[in-house]
């Protein structure tokens, strides 16, 4: 998963990524098709955090240091950056920063609140 931070992530990626990880660790604990192990089990038992929380933690780790860095730096201006001009049609796309700006919707934190804690 490496990068993951900065993956622009919908359910069934995330989803994609867990039926592998599962896969991967039932293969590690060397689980065969009858005998089945559900989810929860199988990660408590490999001391792992399912995909989408680890995705998760990952990208505020990432934030965080992005937001200690100076106002000038690329990826900073990055995360605030607007494009001009015109969208494609159709729905829109979820983009990193769509993204971010839903788990801080659900933390209660704005940019200005982030900037002060990272």
């Known amino acids: 998963m490496y990068g993951a931070e900065t993956w622009r992530t919908t359910t069934t990626t995330i989803k994609k990524v867990q039926v592998f990880i599962n896969s991967c660790l039932r293969k590690i604990l060397n689980m065969h098709w009858p005998d089945t192990i559900s989810n929860s089990l199988l990660w408590e038992r490999t001391n792992q955090l399912p995909a ?31 494009p001009e001009g015109k969208r494609k049609r159709g729905r829109p796309k979820n983009t990193l920063r ?12 704005n940019w200005t609140q982030l900037e002060r804690i990272g």
Do not use: V
């Not at 769509?98 to 934190?109: G, L």
């Open 52 to 82: 989408e929380e680890e995705i998760r933690k990952r990208r505020w780790k990432w934030i965080g240091h992005t937001l200690r860095k100076l106002s000038n730096c690329i990826t900073r201006q990055a995360l605030t950056w607007n």
């Open 98 to 109: 769509r993204i971010i700006e839903a788990d801080m919707k659900t933390m209660n934190y």
